[in-house]
């Protein structure tokens, strides 16, 4: 029997976090049949996991048994950790959209041991493309003087800090919902208005709470993700969005296009393992097809598949890895007292600090870097101080000998009030401790390759120990600042880091002889296939790259869609997208 012809579509987006969302939204506006294969599942509101029974399977594993959201890798130089499901990224990251220092677009900046980071790309060109994005994410400010978000200790200690030590502070744009909709006051909790594109998971949200779990996903739906937003709008011009399908294959057709392998998992496959490498192999095939599966995924595909896709440059892919220089430090509260920071209490991300490069001034020696305060959820509080084993050991033994003596002396105390607020602390630890988050530029020299079938990057500190050197000294005179004690990332004992903004591998540039893609993200060699994802980046965005990931997604789009024939958009294709649940979404 002959096997049934592989589905066609125009584009195909692999992937659905800032790259792909933005590629599939533009692409279907534009009239485009458009498909999104996204290996995750969909998040609506109230279903990210915060009992330890759920977050034990929010990991992504699929051979055993796990299709979670997290997703964590570990290499010899860093571990990392990046997000699994419908919308990518923008479901654990921390909200902050800052656009690229325009010096920081660097033309030919010598990197150890030869070659150059160049940026194909200008400021001026992309700022059209960020006043898109920063639309669409609905970009504001931190309203820190709005009457029900006044008061944040964490984001008023930073910025007094900030000043004391002749740093640039900001409260940077957020992708977060603080109002119900625009021109209206800002409010805890509040319903929020659905855009006119609609909601694909058809479940209300609510504005900011201040609950601190951006980065394990708001379940109030606060945040602006790409499922909210991007994904929502390419759903109603017509996207037909996949959730479950992990791809696997990519080859260069005969005559032009690609087809595309992947595999479909059952999620009622969870907790059983599963050899997932003999899941049958489902085709499409299409004239347009977007890489945006990540940097890690990206690159892997295009690593595994190379010997399908004849003319691509193999000297430079997996080339030009960085972290984007993120280091992740803590400040604690020192016995004598100090700042209340109450980490606990806003979103995770609420000020930014900038020190600059060399390249913004003669005087300055170094790569530059921003320092912003972190969160975390209101539970890690209660976990801090039970963790601290001395003070919690006495306050319980105090407590059980004032009881103890009561009962003797035939007094016993009615109301165990007081001692009951003894016996729970002050809450010193939780209230007085801070993640201090690092971003900046490192240096983008890590080599991505398969060690067997399995992805390998070499990448170490070492080329970068001036710039994480200098990071580390301003850290340490914030916390000096703030009357606070200064703790590394245990990992960095071993000069190790924890990223979760991985970066390059398949890098923009002029010619061959600089990158993979060229400076419209289409790769060289492989007519319509095109890197939408962080993978394109030629080296550290610096800032929180989100962002400039999705604006270099939309320049592209642009280009792309200038040199195509405008296709006509069919109703009926829109409606029933409109009509289809995403598989995840339904209540």
């Not at 165990?416 to 490192?442: F, K, M, V």
Request: net charge positive; aromatic share 8%.
């Amino acid at each position: 029997m002959t096997p049934p012809a592989a589905e066609h579509v125009d584009a195909v987006v692999v992937g659905s976090g800032f790259g792909g969302a933005v590629s599939a939204f533009r692409l279907a506006e534009a009239g485009l049949r458009v498909v999104v294969l996204e290996r995750g599942r969909a998040y609506p509101p109230g279903s990210f996991a915060r009992t330890p029974h759920e977050m034990g399977r929010a990991l992504w594993d699929p051979s055993e048994g796990l299709y979670g959201l997290f997703d964590v890798w570990t290499f010899n130089g860093f571990d990392s950790v990046v997000s699994s499901g419908l919308g990518g990224g923008s479901l654990i990251y921390a909200n902050v959209l800052l656009r690229k220092e325009e010096k920081w677009f660097v033309k030919r900046e010598r990197l150890p041991g030869g070659g150059y980071e160049t940026w194909p790309v200008t400021r001026a060109e992309l700022d059209p493309h960020y006043d898109a994005v920063e639309r669409m994410l609905g970009a504001t400010r931190y309203p820190l003087h709005a009457p029900a978000y006044a008061g944040t200790r964490k984001t008023l200690a930073m910025q007094v800090a900030a000043k004391d030590l002749g740093l640039a502070w900001e409260l940077p744009p957020l992708a977060v919902s603080f109002s119900p909709g625009p021109q209206e006051p800002p409010g805890l909790g509040l319903p929020i208005k659905d855009p006119e594109y609609g909601n694909l998971h058809g479940r209300p949200r609510r504005t900011c709470r201040l609950c601190g779990e951006c980065d394990i996903g708001c379940n109030d739906g606060a945040k602006n993700t790409l499922d909210h937003t991007y994904l929502s709008a390419a759903r109603h011009a017509g996207a037909d969005l996949r959730t479950h399908r992990e791809v696997r294959e990519l080859r260069l057709r005969d005559g032009g296009g690609y087809e595309v392998g992947y595999v479909e998992h059952d999620p009622a496959s969870e907790g059983r393992r599963l050899g997932t490498g003999k899941l049958p192999l489902r085709r499409i095939t299409c004239d347009l097809l977007i890489l945006g599966a990540g940097t890690y995924g990206t690159v892997y595909l295009l690593l595994r598949n190379q010997g399908r896709l004849p003319g691509l440059n193999l000297e430079r892919l997996g080339r030009r890895y960085s972290g984007n220089g993120d280091l992740l430090t803590f400040l604690l509260p020192r016995p004598a007292g100090g700042e209340r920071m109450e980490a606990s209490r806003g979103p995770v991300i609420t000020s930014s600090m900038f020190v600059p490069d060399r390249l913004d001034r003669p005087d300055v020696q170094g790569r530059g870097f921003y320092v912003q305060d972190g969160g975390y959820p209101g539970f890690v509080d209660w976990l801090a101080e039970s963790a601290d084993v001395t003070r919690s050991l006495f306050r319980a033994g105090e407590f059980a000998v004032r009881a103890v003596v009561s009962r003797l002396l035939g007094t016993p105390d009615s109301s165990l009030s007081a001692e009951l607020s003894r016996l729970i602390g002050q809450g010193t630890l939780s209230s007085g401790s801070l993640p201090l988050l690092g971003i900046g530029r490192d240096v983008p020299d890590g080599v991505m390759r398969l060690r067997g079938d399995r992805l390998n990057v070499d990448w170490t500190t070492r080329t970068s120990r001036e710039y994480f050197a200098r990071m580390r000294r301003t850290m340490r005179d914030l916390a000096d600042h703030l009357e606070a004690g200064y703790v590394d990332n245990p990992i960095w004992f071993f000069r190790k880091i924890i990223t979760v903004h991985p970066l390059g591998g398949a890098a923009i540039g002029h010619s061959r002889e600089e990158g993979v893609c060229d400076p419209y993200n289409a790769v060289l060699g492989l007519p319509g296939l095109y890197v939408a994802d962080g993978a394109a980046m030629p080296g550290p965005v610096g800032p929180n790259p989100s962002l400039t990931i999705a604006a270099l997604a939309d320049r592209m789009c642009t280009h792309l869609l200038e040199r195509r024939p405008r296709r006509t958009r069919r109703s009926a294709t829109r409606s029933a997208a409109r009509l289809t649940p995403v598989e995840g979404s339904t209540p």
